[in-house]
């Protein structure tokens, strides 16, 4: 079937470190691949997506390349901050099935 | 901004109660989700709405119904609440992915519901 794994957490890093989060998965055909930021105490927001092979999605310092080869779509940052501080969920959508599929989520702390 | 308005943060019941979630979007979205978050499962889709008195089963609908009357509202219904629904259930609403390309969900804040 069509999952997400990602890796596992917490991550704690300090500001101004270099991040990458794990993410690959599991899908039939040609899905598009996004990644999720929740905020303490907020619902999810939309970070960036990628919607074939070998696009980068990137938005607010964070980058994720669609890496078919290697079925991956690694989050990366060059320079954390504190404000980066939230869960992250990669996620999957396959044509057809009209919904998305998560991963666990990761949660990343960042220490001043 | 599209907003995704859950009525309760928090709510505490008892089991075997019947218990309401409440989702009110102001974007005119055709489709509208139900997720619960639980920690190191991510989250999992209950129920999915297409449209005004549509629905579809997500992966764990047992134990939940839906109710979709008008467009802007989608209600989450545990008709007998138990200890295994404790949990944190988000709200979301798109509008329909186009051309095999998904469009962005929009979340509410969630409400954390604890059944004791």
């Known amino acids: 079937g069509n999952s997400v794994t990602q890796m596992e957490g917490p991550v704690t890093l300090s500001e101004e470190a270099f991040l990458t989060i794990n993410c690959t998965y599991t899908?039939?055909?040609?899905?598009?691949l996004f990644w999720y930021v929740q905020y303490p105490g907020e619902g999810l927001q939309l970070l960036l997506k990628a919607t074939k092979a070998d696009d980068k999605g990137s938005n607010k310092g964070f980058e994720a390349t669609y890496r078919k080869e290697t079925t991956s779509f690694h989050l990366e940052k060059g320079s954390v901050q504190v404000s980066d501080s939230a869960v992250y969920f990669c996620a999957l959508y396959y044509q057809g099935a009209q919904k998305l599929v998560f991963g666990q989520g990761t949660r990343l702390t960042i220490n001043p | 901004d599209v907003k995704v308005t859950q009525s309760s943060r928090y709510l505490v019941k008892r089991t075997g109660e019947k218990v309401f979630l409440e989702c009110v979007q102001d974007m005119d979205h055709e489709n509208m989700f139900w997720y619960r978050q639980d920690p190191g499962l991510g989250l999992r889709l209950i129920y999915f709405s297409y449209d005004v008195k549509m629905k579809e089963k997500g992966d764990i609908p047992e134990g939940y119904s839906v109710s979709r009357e008008k467009k802007e509202r989608f209600s989450l219904i545990l008709e007998s609440a138990s200890t295994n629904q404790t949990s944190m259930y988000l709200c979301a609403s798109s509008i329909p992915a186009l051309g095999g390309r998904s469009s962005p969900l929009h979340f509410g804040n969630g409400t954390r519901l604890t059944v004791t």
């Open positions: 899908a039939t055909g040609y899905p598009s």
